[in-house]
């Protein structure tokens, strides 16, 4: 098992429940999927980018990314419709938490000049959404195999009703909130 998930099954589910009132057990915060995805729009002149930023996905989530094609053609930017443009991965059960485990002790404490993730990034909803400039702050990726720098979002979906239960269940999570 995970660690993060014995840490909430353990730990956070039953602070949690107390700190906000909650009887049900099942009706506490918990995390539905991590969504990692990114935006390839160089994709449209050279196919080949596409091929290596879905072999990095890959490695750094474990699962093959699924490609996103253009729903608009846009001339300004040479954009047809269902031309591939993006990648994305939906994360569920064991793999979402050994990704948040890797995210939260790996991942973050490489990035340069960090200074704690932003409090306010959260959607109304209780999803937390956070991006990376680089692909290489995950050791997954071979830094002397990297043909080019590709940032990626990460959405963590949870079962909060809010903002604040979200940011309580992400601070016991054991993420880096900027004070």
Known sequence: ???????????????????????????????????????????TQNKQMLEVASNELALITGQKPVVCNARKSVSNFKLRQGMPIGLKVTLRGKRMYEFLDRLISVVIPR??????????????????????????????????????????NITIVTSARNDEQAYKLMEKLGMPFRK
């Open 1 to 43: 098992m995970a660690r993060v998930l014995e840490k909430y099954k353990n730990e956070i589910l039953p602070a949690l429940q107390s700190e906000l009132g909650i009887d049900n057990p099942l009706a506490v915060p918990r995390l539905k999927k991590i969504v990692v995805s990114m935006g390839i729009g160089r994709a």
């Open 111 to 152: 990035v340069r000049d960090f200074r704690g993730l932003s409090p306010r990034a959260f959607d109304g909803h209780g999803n937390y959404s956070l991006g990376l400039t680089e692909q290489t702050v995950f050791p997954e990726v071979p830094i002397d195999k990297v043909q080019f720098q590709q940032g990626m």
